[in-house]
């Protein structure tokens, strides 16, 4: 079974612009969870998504938005990005939420100059 | 403010020698605990789990222990390997939350011959 992926691995952004981070999730799992990792605040929690819907999101601003597809594909969006927005972006799925075992794609490390 | 505290950033151990992990959180509400592993261009890795119901969870050579009363929680392995050599983080969830992970800042275990 194909794991989780993600896209691109590496992206290069310039202040003020936004971007779009793909998450593909193992086949059949349901729930994609997208979270943050900073050297200094280490893994943070971004949010949640389960049949298309968010069902849970942590403390970023409204900049941080995502969306799921019917086939439980997802995509993070920050718009105006920041300096303090370089980070490894990685998505986790799990069969039916963060109650089960989440599997990590491998991230998206964004750079923003 | 970070509810998951890894106070030891870096740890040294030799094969075959017990390698114990520590992990202390504040929130009272965190019912679940996870034990991720991660190699460098990876994502996490689960490791180990252990609900609040109990104190101990074993799985091979990985065993976590829960003390609830002083909010603790460790991870030995035993013999360690040097394959064992990774970050290891700890991360706590909660029912009233959704599951979603709170994550310490990680350990690295570097396991020598």
């Known amino acids: 079974k194909a794991g989780v992926t993600q896209t691109p691995r590496y992206l290069i952004k310039t202040r003020g612009q936004q971007v779009t981070l793909s998450c593909s999730p193992i086949?059949?799992?349901?729930?994609v969870s997208w979270y943050q990792q900073t050297p200094g605040q280490g893994l943070q929690f971004l949010f949640e998504y389960f049949s298309e819907t968010q069902r849970n999101k942590g403390n970023f601003p409204g900049r941080f938005s995502g969306r799921q597809f019917s086939n439980s594909r997802s995509e993070m969006n920050v718009s105006t990005l920041e300096l303090g927005d370089s980070a490894l972006y990685l998505c986790?799925?799990?069969?039916?939420?963060?109650?089960?075992?989440?599997?990590f794609g491998p991230g998206t490390r964004l750079t923003v100059l | 403010d970070q509810q998951v505290k890894q106070n030891s950033p870096s740890l040294s151990v030799q094969e075959g020698r017990i390698s114990i992990l520590n992990c202390d959180y504040t929130n009272s509400m965190f019912d679940y605990f996870l034990w991720y592993k991660k190699y460098p261009a990876e994502g996490p890795t689960f490791l180990i789990s252990i609900s609040s119901i109990k104190d101990k969870n074993e799985d091979g050579r990985f065993t976590v222990f829960l003390n609830k009363s002083a909010k603790h929680l460790s991870l030995h392995i035993v013999p360690s390997q040097p394959g064992d050599s990774a970050v290891y983080f700890c991360a706590a969830s909660a029912r009233n939350s959704g599951y979603a992970l709170n994550f310490g800042k990680g350990t690295s275990l570097l396991v020598t011959p």
């Open positions: 986790a799925s799990s069969l039916q939420g963060p109650a089960d075992t989440q599997y």
């Open positions: 086949s059949g799992h349901r729930s």
